[in-house]
């Protein structure tokens, strides 16, 4: 009697504690197993160039999701075994997603890439041997333009641990921006993913909706950019290693930023390989945004030059210095750029013609300090932060301070001569350049690059003064139309578009190397409206490689006008 009374007081404690002590949590453990919380994915907001043409845009799509309350691990195991080479994914990264999310997760869970067609159904004719695998709708970006401005668009990704941390709110499998636009304005594209609440059976398929929260789309997003001007940079470029920025000269909208080779956004909607990915950083580096990397200016840099040569007051802008075929430093010599001298000319003729000795002597005359000051008065070597793009550099104009800092040299006076023509230490960005040209071109005020619409009439992005004088600006504008009508740049005068300004630029990289070629121009030149800067690594002469993007570039521009 005592056995059975032990026995009895046993089963009647542990029902009191199912029912009473326990009872409302094993009443919303069985309520969990008959309801499913189903996410609704939300679509990112569209990107679209300045005149709403699609950058970026989402598509419907299906994935397989997984509940993992459905089964024990073992269960699981012997599932992802059947399942995964049904969706290409390894029954590892099943088990792994599963582990990461814990087995008793009351969300879904979903695995691999979006089904194909012929996935589809071969998933589909396998869902009554697998409860807890279902097939749900979706959406996933797509890029309609393939590597159409890809270093500006950048790409997107499944949330990471360090995401899901920052952000409780985020459900299993949210994509969030990588990198470029996408990340920047990640906030802005992401949307609220809602829900639906459904009562499901003994296999688990759907037998009541007890509810429904719509998903919340994310807002749209609209750049600077002009799809035809990119296009046209980037076919221009023709997969050369290089760049193309071309801006609006009044606001600093940036109307292209091209940088070649670029990559196809639309591999990452995906899982990207490990041999994919470690291919995308081999070679030419496609990741890469060149227009935002430091190059060497060239003669282009005798804009910098030309200006501190009259600011300073050591010229005026109708001064003449004597040329020759080159000048002895130090026992070194320094050459002219077409082997001879051109007499004595001025600041027109020196542009036109690209003389290195004249700003050789015009650079000693100022001094190195005065010409890093003018560079960065027109936006060499300062900060850009409107872009917030990856991978950005400034340029640099050192001084003989900062190289001596830098370095622990000395600064000689042939560093002077190098720097005057912008070579030695000096580096600029593309984008760098197209600021420089674009204070020529407007009469002296430094535009502040930018890439969303909603930021041109915003206090940060008006543009500043440079501290130029009028006669200096008119001096270096009229050289500049010389370089075309006359110079370096006469190419561009073919009669296919208005008139436009330039100056070419071919900077040594190295022995053994071509140069790389190099190109600034504005138009037109009644109503300066784009200014466009150009590189061609080792391209050789400015005028023969980069030269001819600018003028595509021109021609699109002014064809739409």
């Keep these: 009697m005592l056995l059975i009374t032990g026995m009895m007081g046993a089963f009647v404690y542990r029902l009191l504690e199912l029912q009473l002590f326990e009872g409302a949590r094993n009443r919303e453990l069985a309520e969990q197993n ?9 679509d990112r907001g569209v990107v679209s160039d300045r005149h709403g043409k699609l950058l970026a845009t989402s598509q419907i799509s299906r994935y397989v999701y997984l509940w993992p309350r459905q089964h024990s691990p073992r269960e699981w195991q012997e599932i992802a075994v059947h399942l995964s080479p049904t969706i290409g994914v390894s029954p590892k990264e099943i088990l792994d997603r599963l582990e990461r999310a814990g087995y008793t997760s009351l969300l879904p869970v979903r695995v691999g890439n979006q089904l194909s067609p012929t996935m589809f159904v071969a998933v589909a004719e396998q869902l009554p041997r697998w409860p807890g695998v279902e097939i749900l709708t979706g959406s996933s970006r797509k890029y309609p333009n393939g590597s159409l401005a890809s270093h500006v668009l950048g790409y997107i990704g499944e949330a990471t641990e360090e995401d899901m941390a920052r952000n409780p709110d985020y459900p299993s499998g949210m994509i969030v921006g990588k990198m470029g636009i996408e990340r920047l304005a990640n906030a802005q594209l992401e949307g609220k993913w809602g829900g639906r609440l459904i009562e499901v059976d003994a296999r688990g398929q759907e037998s009541r909706l007890l509810g429904e929260q719509p998903p919340i789309s994310g807002d749209p997003v609209q750049l600077t950019l002009d799809l035809d ?43 990207v390989t490990e041999a994919e990915w470690q291919q995308l950083q081999k070679g030419d580096q496609p990741f890469l945004n060149r227009a935002l990397q430091g190059y060497p200016p060239g003669s282009t840099f005798k804009i910098v030059t030309a200006a501190a040569g009259m600011e300073t007051g050591k010229f005026s802008p109708q001064a003449l210095v004597g040329t020759s075929a080159f000048l002895s430093v130090g026992g070194h010599q320094f050459w002219e750029s077409s082997r001879h ?221």
Excluded at 34 to 42: D, F, Q, S, T
Excluded at 368 to 379: M, T
């Design 229 to 271: 001007l990119q296009r046209t940079a980037e076919k221009a470029l023709g997969g050369r290693r290089g760049a193309a920025v071309v801006l609006n000269v009044k606001t600093g909208e940036v109307l292209a930023l091209a940088s070649s080779p670029g990559f196809d956004p639309n591999m990452f909607t995906r899982n």
């Design 34 to 42: 008959r309801v499913r919380r189903i996410p609704l994915v939300a």
């Design 341 to 561: 001298g051109f007499g004595a000319i001025g600041f027109r003729d020196a542009l036109a013609y690209s003389s290195n000795t004249f700003f050789f002597r015009v650079g000693m005359s100022v001094g190195p300090e005065a010409i890093a000051h003018w560079g960065k008065a027109l936006g060499i070597g300062i900060e850009t932060p409107h872009l917030g793009l990856e991978g950005a550099s400034i340029g640099s104009i050192p001084t003989p301070e900062e190289k001596e800092a830098l370095y622990g040299e000395p600064w000689y006076l042939g560093d002077t001569i190098s720097m005057s023509i912008g070579q030695g230490l000096v580096q600029a960005t593309p984008l760098e350049l197209a600021v420089m040209t674009a204070a020529i071109a407007n009469g002296g005020k430094r535009v502040q690059p930018h890439l969303l619409a909603t930021q041109t009439n915003r206090p940060e992005v008006q543009p500043v003064p440079a501290g130029l004088k009028p006669e200096t600006i008119k001096a270096i504008q009229e050289g500049l139309v010389a370089v075309v009508q006359k110079g370096t740049g006469r190419r561009l005068s073919d009669g296919s578009i208005p008139l436009t300004a330039g100056k070419t630029g071919t900077s040594e990289v190295g022995p053994g190397r071509k140069p790389n070629a190099m190109y600034v121009g504005y138009g037109p030149v009644s109503d300066p409206q784009i200014a466009i800067a150009v590189v061609i690594e080792n391209g050789g002469y400015g005028g023969v490689a980069a030269l001819p993007v600018a003028h595509e570039v021109f021609k699109t521009y002014f064809g739409k006008q």
